[in-house]
C-alpha cells in the first residue's frame, strides 16, 4: 500500500500518471465562481472549458472497469440556476464517458437559509461516470438494514406488489417486493444522508470521511488504487490509506498539499496517515 502526493496543477499532475492505473476517482473540484481566495474561480460560463482536459486525463488514468464520482453543485446566477453542471455532463458524454447513476448527498446538518426567490440548498449532486457499461461494483459492501418498517410493509402484500417488476438484467430482484420478504439487508437508496464536516477549521469544504468510505467499498478491494484530483485537506486520500488502497491526491494549493504531506501541522483526520509516514511526496 502506498499514497503519493502531488503538488500543482491537476490537468499537468495526472500526466505523470499511467494509464489505465487508477480503479477509483473520488473528488471534488472547486465550484463555479467559489473559493476565489483559493483557488482563484472559475465563472460558470468557462467552467466546462477549465474542467474538460482534466476529465480527458482521468478518461487515459482510470482502468476500463473503473469509476468516477464527481461532487458538484450548481449555482445560482443572477436569480436562476446556471447550467454548468448540465452542460459539464453532456461534454463528459461526448467526450466518451458513460454518465452512470446520479447520487444526492442529503447534508443532514445543513443551517437554515432563505432568499427572496428560494431557500437554502440542503443537497448536492454525486455523479457517476464509467468508461463502460461492465464496471467493477460490489454492491453487498454497502447493504444497509432493511429495519423495522418492513414487517409491517411486507406483511400484507397484494399480488401486484408479489408479480411486478421482475429483475431485467438477471440478478432476480428488481422492485418486486415478494424478493424481499425475511431478508434482514437490503440494498441502499441512491440518497446518501451524511452530515457535513462543520469541525475543519482548515479548509472551507473538506468531506466528511463517510462519504469517500462509502464509495471505496463500493467500487474497491483493498490494494485497489484511488486518486482524488482536488485532494484539499486530504480527507478522500486519508481514508483510503486506512481502508489498505493505494491513494494518489494532488493539489494546487501550497498551503493544503503542505497540510496533508506532513511539513504543516497535523489535522485530527490525517493522524493515521501521518503516523505511518508510507507515502511518497512527488
Not at 113 to 125: L, Q, T, Y
Given at each position: 500500500?502506498?499514497?503519493?502526493?502531488?503538488?500543482?496543477?491537476?490537468?499537468?499532475?495526472?500526466?505523470?500518471?499511467?494509464?489505465?492505473?487508477?480503479?477509483?476517482?473520488?473528488?471534488?473540484?472547486?465550484?463555479?465562481?467559489?473559493?476565489?481566495?483559493?483557488?482563484?474561480?472559475?465563472?460558470?460560463?468557462?467552467?466546462?472549458?477549465?474542467?474538460?482536459?482534466?476529465?480527458a486525463?482521468?478518461?487515459?488514468?482510470?482502468?476500463?472497469?473503473?469509476?468516477?464520482?464527481?461532487?458538484?453543485?450548481?449555482?445560482?446566477?443572477?436569480g436562476?440556476?446556471?447550467?454548468?453542471?448540465?452542460?459539464?455532463?453532456?461534454?463528459?458524454?461526448?467526450?466518451?464517458?458513460?454518465?452512470?447513476?446520479?447520487?444526492?448527498?442529503?447534508?443532514?446538518?445543513?443551517?437554515p437559509?432563505?432568499?427572496?426567490?428560494?431557500?437554502?440548498?440542503?443537497?448536492?449532486?454525486l455523479?457517476?461516470?464509467?468508461?463502460?457499461?461492465?464496471?467493477?461494483?460490489?454492491?453487498?459492501?454497502?447493504?444497509?438494514?432493511?429495519?423495522?418498517?418492513?414487517?409491517?410493509?411486507?406483511?400484507?402484500?397484494?399480488?401486484?406488489?408479489?408479480?411486478?417488476?421482475?429483475?431485467?438484467?438477471?440478478?432476480?430482484?428488481?422492485?418486486?417486493?415478494e424478493?424481499?420478504?425475511?431478508?434482514?439487508?437490503?440494498?441502499?437508496?441512491?440518497?446518501?444522508?451524511?452530515?457535513?464536516?462543520?469541525?475543519?477549521?482548515?479548509?472551507?469544504?473538506?468531506?466528511?470521511?463517510?462519504?469517500?468510505?462509502?464509495?471505496?467499498?463500493?467500487?474497491?478491494?483493498?490494494?485497489?488504487?484511488?486518486?482524488?484530483?482536488?485532494?484539499?485537506?486530504?480527507?478522500?486520500?486519508?481514508?483510503?490509506?486506512?481502508?489498505?488502497?493505494?491513494?494518489?491526491?494532488?493539489?494546487?494549493?501550497?498551503?493544503?498539499?503542505?497540510?496533508?504531506?506532513?511539513?504543516?501541522?497535523?489535522?485530527?483526520?490525517?493522524?493515521?496517515?501521518?503516523?505511518?509516514?508510507?507515502?511518497a511526496?512527488?
Open positions: 500500500m502506498a499514497t503519493r502526493l502531488f503538488l500543482g496543477d491537476a490537468a499537468k499532475q495526472l500526466r505523470q500518471l499511467e494509464d489505465a492505473s487508477v480503479d477509483l476517482i473520488v473528488t471534488s473540484p472547486p465550484y463555479a465562481d467559489q473559493r476565489k481566495q483559493t483557488y482563484g474561480g472559475i465563472h460558470a460560463d468557462h467552467y466546462v472549458e477549465w474542467f474538460m482536459p482534466i476529465a486525463e482521468l478518461k487515459r488514468v482510470l482502468k476500463p472497469t473503473g469509476t468516477f464520482v464527481l461532487n458538484i453543485k450548481e449555482r445560482v446566477v443572477a436562476e440556476r446556471h447550467t454548468y453542471v448540465l452542460e459539464l455532463i453532456l461534454a463528459m458524454r461526448q467526450q466518451g464517458w458513460l454518465w452512470t447513476e446520479e447520487m444526492i448527498w442529503h447534508k443532514k446538518n445543513c443551517y437559509g432563505k432568499w427572496p426567490n428560494r431557500f437554502r440548498d440542503a443537497w448536492e449532486r455523479l457517476q461516470f464509467n468508461l463502460q457499461k461492465n464496471f467493477t461494483m460490489y454492491q453487498d459492501a454497502v447493504m444497509v438494514p432493511t429495519g423495522d418498517w418492513a414487517k409491517s410493509r411486507l406483511k400484507n402484500l397484494s399480488e401486484t406488489d408479489r408479480t411486478r417488476d421482475e429483475s431485467k438484467v438477471g440478478s432476480g430482484f428488481g422492485k418486486k417486493i424478493n424481499w420478504i425475511g431478508r434482514s439487508m437490503a440494498y441502499p437508496t441512491n440518497v446518501m444522508h451524511t452530515a457535513t464536516e462543520c469541525g475543519n477549521k482548515r479548509h472551507s469544504a473538506a468531506f466528511p470521511e463517510s462519504l469517500p468510505e462509502w464509495f471505496i467499498n463500493l467500487f474497491t478491494r483493498e490494494g485497489d488504487c484511488v486518486l482524488d484530483p482536488f485532494m484539499g485537506s486530504g480527507t478522500t486520500v486519508a481514508v483510503a490509506e486506512r481502508m489498505g488502497r493505494d491513494a494518489v491526491g494532488i493539489e494546487i494549493s501550497q498551503e493544503y498539499y503542505d497540510l496533508v504531506a506532513g511539513t504543516d501541522k497535523k489535522p485530527k483526520q490525517l493522524m493515521l496517515m501521518q503516523k505511518k509516514k508510507r507515502y511526496v512527488t
